[in-house]
């Protein structure tokens, strides 16, 4: 669950998760925040591993008291040209905005690979950019996972 405050720019590589691919967006991101009188502040690394990428940052001094959401967190499948799962085009982001540890929004956006392109985009950019670096991280894990050598057991 990411801080929905929190707009990621580029991959973290320094970061000092234990398990950063179980991170919201796969992996740490560094970036800027979006908060009303802190937009474009970079903050200090122990707050985008404390808060930014974590969500709900009550000890965060930057979020606001009045917010519609504490926290974003997303899920993704691959659909095949037939709309199942499997291996095709297209990748279906599921998010969940969530405020006091409860949905409050949630819906589907979805990715053409092939293409490059969003056919389905949320009108929330960061939002929207949360979900672009996600998909980013999702992509790289499965092309890894495809070229993973198979060891027989």
Not at 30 to 56: K, R, V
Not at 113 to 121: C, D, K, V
Request: hydrophobic fraction near 30%.
């Amino acid at each position: 669950m990411a801080c929905p405050y929190f707009m990621p720019v580029e991959k973290l590589e320094n970061g000092t998760w234990l398990h950063a691919g179980r991170l919201p967006l796969r992996c740490g991101w560094s970036g800027h925040c979006t908060a009303p009188g802190h937009e474009g502040e970079s903050p200090p690394q122990e707050d985008l591993q404390e808060f930014c990428n974590l969500g709900y940052a009550e000890g965060c001094g930057r979020l606001p008291r009045d917010r519609k959401w504490d926290s974003i967190r997303f899920g993704a499948r691959t659909m095949g040209d037939d709309g199942k799962n499997g291996t095709g085009r297209r990748i279906q982001v599921r998010y969940v905005c969530e405020r006091d540890h409860r949905p409050a929004e949630h819906g589907m956006l979805e990715f053409d690979a092939t293409g490059n392109r969003w056919e389905q985009r949320h009108p929330d950019n960061r939002l929207q950019r949360m979900a672009e670096c996600f998909v980013a991280s999702y992509v790289e894990k499965r092309k890894r996972q495809e070229t993973a050598p198979v060891v027989a057991s």
